[in-house]
Structure formats: structure tokens, C-alpha cells
């Protein structure tokens, strides 16, 4: 005999509710979900918002290692033992709606609901496709390319519908911890990107598509200048091209 409540379930309605086991939180901007070392018992579901995830070295230096938006699971290590641990500290950069699992029920509706565990099992391959590509952009990609494509990541080019354009608030500082140079080359970078027409900011940043022409081709620099009016709407690439150069680069550089 058919369960008729497994019958009607529906992950995007577990996932923008609150129930048993889970609840849903307001965390301010600049405000933490967790800190890296704390006991890892809960995961989040991020419904409104951006965030990021940071880590600390033993000698205090930290880094920034990806940026979170809706759709997105924080602290996925929570379901993978019982005493783990938080590997780095989630913070909202804009204020964020979200919803806190458990980690009992977390599990409990993986096991029963395939729909979800299928979901969930989706997302973990997305991420660590991206972190495969966040490598191989680190290994073999210029910085410019490497601000380049989290420019667009965090304007979510190449997903699902619309992209946001405006990007959230983020300071050069933190755009310099992801790409792995400095402050300094991340305003000279940003500044030619905006002379050439790929980004405008006035307060906030907003991304145009251009800009996906650095990652695909070499298309930044005095010699390519006078190029700079050929792009846009009429470059030529195609969507599944676009999406699949947000993940990896088709030019490995020389990292700078």
C-alpha cells in the first residue's frame, strides 16, 4: 500500500517550510551560520541571500573559498559523522533567509525520500565539480581571468534563467583572497575591465555579459583594445559554451 504523504512530497516545499526538525533563521549581514572548528550538527538550506565560506590557517591568514546563493546547502559535513566538525566559518555578506536542518532529520529524510536524497546527491556533485574547477582555474589561469570568472559566478551567468547583473556588495580584499593576488592588481584588473565596457560600478557592480569574452578568449589587453567594440550580444559563443567556460577556462595562462 502507497504512503500517501511520501506520495505528495515535494523537496521544494520541505525546503522553503519550517517542521519537525527544522526551522527558519534570519542571519544579519556580516553575521556567521557557523565558525570553522564548531560542532557540525545542523545543515542550512540558503533561500534568500548570499554568503561565503572562509577559512583560517593556523597562522591566522585567511581565505575566502567559494561564495553561496540561493538554492545552495552550507555545512553539508554535518551529515557526514555524528562528531564532526565545521571545516570552515559560513557568513552572510547580504542578509539571508535560511533554513536550519538538523542533522537527524537531515538524514531521516535522505533515507526516506528519494526525491530529496536524489536532490541533495545533485547538489553535491555540483559542488564538487566546482571545486575541481575553482582548482584547475587556480593552477592554470592569469588573476584576470580567475576575477573574471568569479565576477560572473557571483552574477550567475551560465544558471537557469536571468542573471542578476548586479553582483552583492564585496570588497576588493575578498576578491583578492579568491583569486589568490593582491588588493592592488584586483583595482587594476576591475578598472580595465570597466574602461573596456565589461562591468559598471557606482556603489555596486554590475556585470555584463561581455565579460564572459575574457574567460573565453584572450580578449583583454592594449593589443585586443581596439576589439573591445566587437563584443557583447553579437560575440558569437553559444549558451552551452558560456556555461561551460564559467566552470574551466578553454586558455590555460600562466598563473600571475
Do not use: W
Request: charged content about 25%.
Amino acid at each position: 500500500m502507497i504512503d500517501p504523504k511520501k506520495e505528495n512530497f515535494s523537496p521544494e516545499a520541505f525546503l522553503a517550510s519550517a517542521g519537525l526538525g527544522r526551522r527558519i533563521v534570519h542571519i544579519k549581514a556580516k553575521s556567521v551560520f557557523f565558525v570553522q572548528g564548531n560542532a557540525a550538527n545542523c545543515v542550512f538550506y540558503l533561500q534568500k541571500g548570499r554568503a561565503k565560506l572562509t577559512v583560517v590557517s593556523t597562522a591566522g591568514k585567511e581565505a575566502t573559498i567559494t561564495l553561496l546563493s540561493p538554492g545552495d546547502f552550507i555545512g553539508e559535513e554535518s551529515i557526514a559523522s555524528k562528531d564532526g566538525v565545521h571545516l570552515a566559518t559560513a557568513t552572510a555578506i547580504t542578509a539571508c533567509v535560511a533554513l536550519k536542518i538538523e542533522r537527524a532529520e537531515m538524514l531521516r529524510v535522505m533515507d526516506e525520500e528519494h526525491t530529496f536524497s536524489n536532490l541533495f546527491l545533485m547538489f553535491l556533485l555540483a559542488r564538487s565539480m566546482r571545486t575541481q574547477a575553482d582548482l584547475i582555474d587556480q593552477l592554470f589561469n592569469s588573476s584576470e581571468k580567475r576575477l573574471a570568472r568569479i565576477l560572473l559566478l557571483m552574477a550567475e551567468f551560465g544558471k537557469n534563467g536571468e542573471p542578476e547583473t548586479f553582483i552583492p556588495k564585496i570588497t576588493q580584499e575578498t576578491l583578492a583572497e579568491m583569486i589568490g593576488t593582491t588588493r592592488s592588481r584586483v583595482s587594476f584588473f576591475m578598472n580595465r575591465f570597466r574602461r573596456l565596457g565589461f562591468i559598471e560600478y557606482n556603489g555596486r557592480i554590475r556585470v555584463n555579459k561581455s565579460l564572459l569574452n575574457v574567460v573565453l578568449r584572450d580578449q583583454v589587453g592594449d593589443r585586443n583594445a581596439a576589439s573591445a567594440a566587437l563584443l557583447g550580444a553579437n560575440s558569437g559563443f553559444s549558451e552551452t559554451d558560456q556555461q561551460e567556460a564559467l566552470l574551466v577556462s578553454t586558455t590555460k595562462d600562466n598563473p600571475s
